[in-house]
């Protein structure tokens, strides 16, 4: 679309957002801000914010989890303890790799929730207690970020 306006940019973007995407961005290269769609590219920013957050929440709670598998487990633990530690070197790379000093900021804020939730998952598909788990969470940010924190701790 050639010189599209903003009442046109809106209106695509409830029939064809990706289409919507494409035509945003060429605005923006050319500078044409005048006929940007504000509301929905604040709209767009916001939620594309949203989902990093979540994502990076969600690498989080499945170190937790694995962990605590490792940690507690002990049942199932011979069985699947390669495949726990192969799970938090997968999350831990994903995560480092997604996170900027905002979203770990918020990570460090969130980690007690976040903890919680990994326990109650835990508690839940493994049948323990959910009293046999540390009320607080007993890891820092930085040893479940850390590579090496985990492996050398249980070698």
């Known amino acids: 679309m050639i010189n599209i306006t903003q ?13 919507w995407l494409e035509e945003t961005i060429k605005l923006l290269k050319t500078k044409n801000l005048e006929n940007l769609d504000l ?8 939620s594309l914010g949203r989902n990093d957050l979540n ?15 490792l940690e507690y487990w002990q049942e199932e633990y011979e069985r699947n303890y390669r495949h726990w530690q ?10 480092n790799n997604s ?7 918020k990570l460090i804020q969130e980690l007690e929730h976040i903890y919680n939730v990994a326990v109650k998952i835990v508690s839940t598909k493994t049948g ?11 890891y820092s940010l930085e040893q479940l970020l850390d590579d090496n924190w985990y ?3 249980h070698s």
Do not use: M, W
């Not at 323990?128 to 007993?138: I, T």
């Open 151 to 153: 492996s050398e701790k």
């Open 7 to 19: 009442n046109q940019l809106q209106q695509l973007y409830e029939i064809d957002d990706y289409l």
């Open 86 to 95: 192969g799970e938090i070197i997968a999350f831990r790379y994903d995560l």
């Open 99 to 105: 996170l900027t000093t905002t979203l770990k900021n």
């Open 55 to 69: 994502k990076v929440r969600s690498l989080l709670k499945q170190i937790i989890i694995h962990i605590l598998l």
């Open 128 to 138: 323990l207690s959910s009293n046999l788990f540390p009320d607080n969470c007993p």
């Open 39 to 46: 509301d929905n590219l604040i709209e767009e920013l916001e």
